[in-house]
């Protein structure tokens, strides 16, 4: 695969191939679509295909986050709730907090024209779901993506990334516990530690994702000891 397209590829950071798997970076939607459209051309004609399928779309941004809870009069961008500092689109009719809305200066000014990102650009609004790439793909728009042992989430944060680690660690437990109950078999830090923090070096964890770590580790310590709390 990297000899095949060593021509086309535009390499990092704005592509990473890694065998059969390939992570397409854009600032826009419509950049996106381009480099997609081309890769699935490109690779159509040298008898391969692409599965659309599985082929999902992430986007990064404040604008993306998860709400915790509903609000009366939600950001059409954000979708946390608005007050008085916010202006109303003239497009969709939502209101946008001033700090999502992008304007430099004066509100007032921009009242009867101010359209929101949300609708010119539809994939960064709320309460959208998928990408139209072509007339016979439409993509599915997630906010986690699970790519190469790893949890991508839409925030940017490891918060999903360390969830993951730590179901996978306690999968690996549970298929070694006779073994690891067994004084005179060592294989935990070989076997279940060592999975559990796979890839984690690099991982911008928090304070938080420590404390879930050692409290992981702490209950599959004990489980092999025979105490219970």
């Not at 509903?70 to 950001?75: E, H, I, K, L, T």
Request: aromatic share 6%; proline share 2%; net charge positive.
């Amino acid at each position: 695969m990297e000899a095949l397209f060593r021509e086309f590829t535009v390499a990092l950071p704005l592509e990473l191939l890694y065998a059969d798997d390939l992570v397409v970076v854009a600032e826009a939607e419509d950049d996106l679509i381009k480099r997609l459209n081309e890769w699935k051309d490109f690779v159509e004609n040298r008898d391969m295909s692409v599965n659309m399928n599985k082929t999902k779309v992430m986007i990064s941004g404040d604008w993306q986050k998860v709400m915790q809870k509903a609000v009366r009069w939600p950001c059409g961008i954000c979708g946390r709730g608005v007050g008085n500092n916010s202006i109303q689109c003239t497009s969709c009719q939502k209101r946008v907090h001033r700090k999502c809305s992008s304007i430099k200066g004066r509100m007032y000014k921009v009242m009867k024209t101010f359209i929101c990102r949300g609708c010119v650009i539809p994939v960064t609004g709320t309460g959208c779901t998928s990408v139209d790439i072509s007339v016979n793909a439409n993509l599915e728009l997630v906010d986690k993506f699970f790519y190469l042992g790893d949890m991508l989430s839409v925030d940017g944060d490891v918060d999903a990334a360390m969830k993951n680690r730590i179901r996978i660690g306690w999968n690996k437990f549970r298929q070694l516990v006779p073994l690891l109950t067994n004084k005179d078999i060592s294989l935990y830090s070989g076997c279940v530690q060592s999975s559990m923090l796979h890839g984690s070096e690099t991982l911008p964890v928090r304070k938080e994702n420590e404390v879930a770590l050692q409290r992981a580790e702490m209950r599959m310590v004990r489980w092999m000891c025979g105490l219970k709390l």
